[in-house]
């Protein structure tokens, strides 16, 4: 036992002073560093949590670099995928009952809520050093608090409008340049296609915001701005109130319908798929979804994109979306969770991610290569101009939980309140709650 | 529920079998014979010690703490922090709350009235009928009650579908006259049932009174057949209406029985939650939220605040315990007076 125990000390020691030395003396310390650690994670095993539906496209990306890290070091991963819905009521129970995952993925907005938890550990040494040294800093906004960061974006995503092109070409609808032009298309899809179509889909669930977003954006409105140690809302200003119409008018003109209010882009998704729906905001991870769900009817050139139109013509602000993978707070195995990351978020498998994934890699270079790319060119011009919501751990609430600003949309709708008044309540409620302590 | 059987019937049984007991010898055990009821109590005294007055106080502590995932976490968990009256002035202040008060207050009342009303006259109707035909009855309308409260909420939430609902569609068969008379319009395709608060409570309503009059009408027959038949034959003599007899005869008698049901119905409908996180998908609607469900969304929801959580379920319990205190005091004084 007592030998055991030494020759296993000698052992480390030395491959610890091996990767230093590598550290030390080779350029490209990731190849190496990683041979190290090979032997040392056998017998072990990650769980790894993935947001969203197992996809093929996305089930295949996370074989093969599960694939590849068991390879490179030889513990297991167990993956398990979270429908995007149910992300926070699972990271609450994992929080809770501390049987959280190793590595997971979380949304890039979802960060400050979870640090201001304490259910992710601080992983600055990863962006500080190797491949991740290369992701634009105005990229790690979020998931920068107090001088640490606790996740490193894995892809980013900007939302365009998805639109049944089938259907555009069969009723010689051209692609909106404006949001009139827009409101016309999604009007003459509810003509032809049935009254219980929605031309332009209505979001008022849990991610309202993305839409409602961009739409405020456009409109020159802010949600609420940081004023020394304050946030200040700004929910009244005439720039928010005229996306805000907008977003109202969705349902009040028609375009989408009444008994719908509460729906989420998951739903709306669904009933894309069941030819329910003429247009809506999205981006392309939506579409591996709509295959399945079609039965494989609404692939290939039946769809497309095209980037939301402002008011008066040209793109409309887009929501800086992205999702990023981190190392969960209470990880059983941190140094393999710590690695695991660090592959997944490097060079080749983080654009591979992203690529694959439909989203927009967080490389510089990667992202300028796509912007060449007609189907994604919508998106990388989106990105380069997008914002976010107010980063304070307090946002989540505002955002999901109490639902201040869909709440304040069905007080509209419903005509309970004129838009002045829901939106004066509103900008009270989201003070109060980005201000708590 | 079952409860209730035992506890109207079970009234006399303790004092007959006590009055048995003092002439016998002590047990072979060697204890005293007053310590055997106390000890034979033990047992359930520990279980709900532990699995309801433990948590009950826990609740109580936490609603003036504040509690979140820092402080429930297994791992490096901290303490949590007394913050006095903060919680309750919290809810107070905010609008969600006396919104969720006055739905829970509305609906009881509606369903715990509508329970008894159609659980009382069924429970009449079936002393009427023939033994089969009873039976028969029974038997159909305890289907409904042995639903599970997610299976009601389901299947009324399919029957209301804005678009594919039975519903709907059964309005729209109404010829249009009627309809228009009846309810003031003649289109009913995509009436959205299921997103103003006031119609999601009418959903609500119909499905709480679906699941629940059947018991009300079994306990209630139950009853009736317990009422000699020779007052009813006395009555019929002095050609008494059947609802004097009704008035007179049964419901004086069933008082008891009605007393039970009232604060029992009044307990479950106060706290209905599954049935209406069902029909509104989630905590989504907050001007349709009631206590329990805003309770729900405050703790568990993210980020949980588990402190505004258990203060309003410390308040739902205040208000139940004031409002069957009351009641149940009622009761004692009309018996005291009779």
């Known amino acids: 036992m007592r030998i055991a125990k030494i020759t296993a000390t000698t052992v480390t020691t030395a491959a610890l002073a091996l990767g230093l030395a590598a550290c030390g003396g080779a350029e490209a310390p990731a190849e190496p560093s990683a041979a190290a650690s090979g032997p040392k994670y056998s017998g072990k095993e990650l769980t790894f949590w993935r947001l969203g539906d197992s996809n093929p496209a996305a089930q295949k990306y996370t074989d093969e670099l599960v694939a590849a890290f068991e390879q490179q070091t030889g513990a297991k991963v167990k993956v398990e995928w979270i429908p995007w819905p149910q992300v926070n009521d699972k990271f609450t129970a994992a929080a809770a009952g501390g049987t959280g995952p190793d590595v997971t993925e979380i949304g890039n907005d979802q960060v400050p809520l979870w640090q201001s938890q304490e259910a992710l550990a601080p992983i600055t040494d990863i962006v500080a050093a190797g491949d991740q040294a290369e992701i634009p800093k105005n990229l790690l906004g979020l998931e920068t608090i107090d001088g640490e960061t606790y996740a490193v974006p894995w892809g980013g995503g900007s939302r365009a409008v998805l639109y049944r092109a089938d259907w555009f070409k069969d009723l010689k609808i051209e692609i909106p340049k404006t949001w009139d032009e827009l409101v016309a298309a999604a009007k003459k899809i509810q003509e032809k296609k049935g009254k219980d179509v929605d031309g332009f889909a209505f979001n008022g669930g849990s991610d309202a915001n993305h839409l409602l977003g961009s739409l405020a954006w456009t409109g020159g409105g802010e949600y609420a701005v940081k004023e020394g140690d304050k946030w200040v809302g700004k929910l009244t200003d005439p720039g928010f109130k005229t996306g805000f119409e907008q977003y109202t008018a969705l349902v009040t003109d028609g375009l989408s319908s009444k008994s719908r209010l509460s729906q989420n882009t998951t739903e709306i998704r669904t009933r894309f798929a069941n030819n329910k729906v003429g247009m809506y905001l999205t981006a392309s991870w939506d579409l591996p979804g709509i295959d399945e769900d079609s039965k494989g009817k609404l692939k290939g050139d039946k769809l497309a994109f095209f980037p939301l139109p402002a008011k008066d013509g040209g793109e409309a602000q887009s929501f800086l979306g992205g999702n990023d993978i981190a190392v969960w707070g209470t990880a059983k195995e941190m140094d393999a969770a710590k690695d695991f990351v660090k592959l997944a978020s490097g060079k080749e498998w983080g654009v591979k991610y992203a690529t694959d994934g439909g989203l927009l890699p967080v490389y510089p270079e990667a992202l300028a290569k796509l912007s060449e790319d007609p189907a994604q060119a919508p998106f990388a011009a989106a990105f380069a101009k997008a914002k976010a919501f107010p980063a304070d751990p307090n946002w989540t609430e505002a955002n999901e939980t109490k639902a201040v600003l869909q709440n304040a949309a069905r007080q509209v709708i419903e005509g309970k309140a004129t838009v002045d008044e829901a939106l004066g309540k509103a900008n009270t409620e989201l003070e109060n709650i980005l201000n708590q302590s | ?338």
């Open chain 2, 1 to 338: 529920m079952t409860d209730t059987s035992t506890l109207t019937r079970g009234g006399g049984n303790p004092s007959p079998s006590g009055r048995r007991r003092p002439g016998r010898p002590a047990k072979a055990s060697g204890l005293p014979v007053w310590s055997i009821p106390y000890l034979l109590l033990v047992p359930g005294l520990l279980v709900i010690g532990a699995l309801l007055l433990y948590p009950m106080v826990q609740v109580a502590i936490i609603a003036f703490q504040k509690v979140g995932l820092p402080q429930i976490r297994p791992v490096n968990t901290k303490p949590a922090e007394w913050v006095g009256v903060e919680n309750f002035t919290q809810i107070f202040g905010n609008e969600i709350f006396w919104n969720a008060l006055r739905n829970t207050v509305v609906f009881a009342v509606l369903a715990v009235s509508l329970t008894l009303v159609v659980g009382t006259a069924v429970g009449v109707l079936l002393n009427k009928l023939g033994k089969k035909m009873s039976t028969l009855v029974i038997v159909g309308i305890m289907f409904a009650w042995a639903v599970p409260p997610v299976a009601q909420g389901i299947i009324w939430k399919w029957l209301f579908d804005a678009e594919a609902g039975i519903i709907n569609w059964a309005l729209n068969l109404l010829p249009d006259w009627l309809s228009t008379l009846v309810f003031g319009r003649a289109d009913w395709t995509g009436e959205p049932w299921l997103n103003d608060a006031w119609s999601i409570y009418m959903v609500l309503i119909i499905t709480v009174v679906w699941a629940s009059f059947p018991f009300i009408a079994v306990s209630v027959l139950a009853g009736l057949k317990g009422i000699p038949a020779e007052l009813y034959e006395a009555a019929r003599v002095d050609g008494a209406s059947a609802w004097l007899t009704f008035r007179k005869i049964t419901f004086p008698l069933l008082r008891p029985v009605f007393a039970v049901l009232t604060v029992l119905s009044i307990i479950w409908d106060f706290k209905v939650f599954s049935q209406l996180y069902v029909l509104m998908g989630g905590p989504s609607n907050r001007e349709a939220y009631n206590l329990s469900m805003y309770s729900y969304a405050e703790a568990f929801r993210s980020p949980p605040k588990m402190g505004s959580g258990a203060a309003i379920a410390l308040v739902l319990t205040v208000i139940l315990l004031v409002v069957t205190a009351v009641y149940v005091r009622q009761l004692v004084k009309q018996e005291d007076m009779s």
